[in-house]
């Protein structure tokens, strides 16, 4: 992070250092995850799609850095099973409930699936806006470059919801809250 960025990252203490704990981040770049890693600073597991584990050594290599596959375009059962499984043991799971990278890098519709999860485990739920990571590696850019000070990470405070709580409800908070965190 120190070479392509450098990232600055404000409200790092509010991340709860053990414990279950759902992250929910904008996705405006391939280099998201570790940049969303790097600000948390605790083991991290992440939902991906699918398609990248089909890539040769890189399903592997991801695997290993702690992904776990999501189909998208439809609800996925067994990714957000598997979510519930890593809460359920204290880890810590990040989810980019854009469902998919936003080429504009504009906030788009946050899809059901992480308010789902989050009703059902009551777990803390943390969000964080990513502003710059696109200077890094711009949509559709395999080779990073240098962002020269332009990438940001903020961090909202956690919130946990109840099982009564609907997941339109659920939702619109997310919205509001990365909308929020990505505005300068």
């Known amino acids: 992070m120190f070479l392509f960025g450098p990232v600055r990252v404000e ?10 704990l759902l992250v929910l981040a904008n996705h405006i770049s391939d280099c998201d995850p570790p940049v969303v890693a790097y600000a948390i600073q605790r083991p991290v597991y992440f939902m991906a799609k699918e398609e990248l584990f089909r890539i040769r050594f890189f399903g592997g290599l991801i695997r290993w850095l702690r992904a776990f596959p999501v189909k ?22 990040v989810i980019f ?57 903020r961090i909202g ?10 997941t339109e409800e659920i939702v619109k908070w997310i919205q509001e809250e990365l909308t929020r ?3 300068e």
């Open 11 to 20: 409200g790092r203490e509010k991340v709860p250092k053990s414990g279950p």
């Open 72 to 93: 998208r375009g439809a609800p996925d059962r067994a990714a957000i099973r598997m979510a519930m499984h890593y809460l359920e043991r204290g880890e810590a799971v």
């Open 97 to 153: 409930p854009e469902g998919q990278l936003s080429e504009s890098g504009q906030l788009q519709p946050i899809q059901p699936g992480a308010a789902m999860i989050a009703r059902m485990t009551g777990v803390p739920v943390l969000c964080v806006g990513l502003r710059g990571t696109n200077r890094i590696m711009p949509f559709r850019s395999l080779i990073p470059r240098p962002a020269f000070g332009g990438v940001r990470v």
């Open 157 to 166: 405070e956690p919130k946990r919801f109840s099982k009564e709580t609907s």
């Open 181 to 183: 965190l990505t505005l």
